[in-house]
């Protein structure tokens, strides 16, 4: 029988700093996303992390300075090539699944809202879409993005 490890809520830029360096190298891997990050942007995650780390750290404990505009690199990535629905649905999969496996808690749980939040506002500003358009083109349409909180999950026993 195996000992179930205590899963505690995201707490500090330290927690931050590993659930975002795992996310990413997972992000990385993707078939469908990792791409942006290694052939169109060629993120270095070692540059990367540090601003990405601010950004989070900011977002959920109002505690680090960013002052970055975090959806220019987006737009240069969508115009080298186009950003769809599905690259964001894939993005919050990977990133639901990343908090999950690490964390749990309030903190947790507004990270992953927030990452949905944040992955429908930069598809609707990509799109040319108002924030406040109830549907971009492409959410809930085949391949689609449809944020995994609108799903109910069950397991199968």
Known sequence: MR???????????????????????AAFADPLIG??????????????????TDFWERALFRAAEYRRDAFAPHAALHSARPLTAAHFGRWVQLWHATVDGLHQGPVAERAKAQGERIALAM?????GRDASTDAPEGVGGSGGFVPLAALRLRSVA
């Not at 809520?9 to 931050?16: A, C």
């Not at 598809?123 to 799109?127: D, E, H, I, Q, S």
Request: glycine share 6%.
């Open 3 to 25: 000992a179930s490890r205590a899963v505690r809520d995201i707490g500090s830029r330290d927690d931050l700093d590993v659930l975002l360096r795992r996310f990413y190298e």
């Open 35 to 52: 791409p942006f990050f290694t052939e169109i942007a060629g993120t270095d995650l070692d540059a990367h992390l540090p601003r990405i």
């Open 123 to 127: 598809l609707r500003r990509l799109g």
